[in-house]
């Protein structure tokens, strides 16, 4: 209830993040909408991955990338992260 009260304030953006299993609950004009990870591969089968298009169709517009619990956990190497910032950029 907290964030769907939340009024527009067109001086300051904000962004909420929140799992990719939460993301089709976000549905406010107040605050943009990003992922917390990405695929670096646009498609194809890569279990547990979700895709910038699958992104876009929940309303995301920002995404976390190469975050340290990321690199530091799931072993991202910086061609990795460099691989989706490029996927990101040019989608």
Do not use: W
């Not at 089709?24 to 890569?46: C, K, R, W």
């Not at 190469?66 to 992260?81: A, K, L, M, Q």
């Amino acid at each position: 209830d907290f964030l769907s009260n939340l009024p527009a304030n067109n001086s300051v953006d904000v962004v909420i993040c929140p799992p990719s299993l939460y993301l089709s609950n976000f549905d406010n004009a107040a605050f943009a909408l990003g992922a917390q990870n990405v695929s670096e591969y646009a498609s194809g089968a890569h279990t547990g991955e979700t895709s910038l298009a699958m992104l876009s169709e929940l309303g995301c517009t920002y995404v976390i990338v190469g975050h340290s619990e990321r690199r530091e956990n799931h072993g991202e190497s910086s061609d990795i992260v460099a691989s989706k910032v490029k996927a990101v950029i040019e989608a």
